[in-house]
């Protein structure tokens, strides 16, 4: 059975699409066929992560979502970008990514026009049965839009970022609500960017206490991810650190 898990902070620059990518990853690399789609359609920026440009993208979903080509064609393998080289005759494991297009008029336009939501809810139902995923990771868009509903109404789990901040966890109360109305099956908080020297057991309970929610992972901040500044995948490039330890056993709990 597919499962489609959503990211999602009510504001930026929490670390979303960071810990995306890098779960996504782990769950990849424990031998699944998994998927990434950006649906931060207005500031893009997953397939950075993976190292690919304007340049790389013939189609994105803005393509798709104005009825240019199907879903699948917007979807680019990044396994070998991601993992590794892998056996052509295995299926397994293996790492797609659909991002939104980065060109300013794209953009402009999704802007200007929007799109028919449930064209994006078709995509992703097509993309688990062509992609035959077992895993869809959605990126939203910080805050509350149509497309953020969406991604949320339609999620088996909703995994909510959140910075140890007084505005994040004020804003995040309301989308904890609005899960809850929703019926979203299941729903934990991982708390990232952690300063050192945070009681860690007093902010678990503080977090927990305020939205009813689990806190699955407290995830240190880190020098090493802020100096790579995006420019690649954090778990690969430091697979012994102390944050990759937490989101391997964030990733361990997603496949079991």
Not at 75 to 93: L, W
Not at 139 to 151: A, R
Not at 163 to 174: E, I, K, L, S
Not at 205 to 231: F, H
């Amino acid at each position: 059975m597919s499962k489609i898990i959503s990211t999602h902070s009510f504001r930026g620059g929490t670390g979303k699409s960071n810990t995306t990518a890098n779960l996504a990853v782990l769950v990849a690399r424990a031998g699944y066929r998994v998927g990434i789609i950006d649906t931060d359609i207005q500031s893009p920026g997953v397939h950075v992560l993976f190292r690919m440009g304007n340049g790389d993208l013939n189609k994105s979903l803005n393509d798709y979502l104005w009825g240019k080509c199907e879903i699948e064609e917007a979807a680019y393998d990044v396994t070998a970008r991601a993992i590794g080289d892998i056996s052509e005759d295995s299926d397994r494991p293996r790492l797609f990514l659909i991002p939104s297009s980065l060109k300013t008029g794209e953009i402009a336009r999704i802007l200007r026009e929007g799109y028919d939501v449930a064209r994006l809810n078709d995509g992703f139902q097509d993309l688990l049965k062509r992609l035959r995923l077992d895993f869809l990771f959605i990126d939203t868009h910080p805050g509350v839009n149509e497309e953020t509903l969406l991604s949320i109404a339609i999620s088996d789990l909703l995994i909510l970022i959140v910075r140890p901040d007084q505005q994040d966890f004020q804003g995040t109360a309301v989308t904890v609500e609005l899960a809850r109305k929703l019926d979203v099956p299941e729903m934990f908080v991982i708390l990232n960017k952690v300063p050192p020297g945070t009681d860690l057991a007093m902010l678990r309970e503080q977090v927990q206490g305020m939205y009813k929610v689990e806190v699955a992972a407290t995830l240190p901040l880190s020098t090493e991810m802020a100096r790579m500044a995006s420019s690649d995948l954090f778990t690969n490039r430091y697979p012994t650190h102390p944050l990759t330890l937490e989101l391997q056993a964030i990733a361990n709990r997603l496949v079991r």
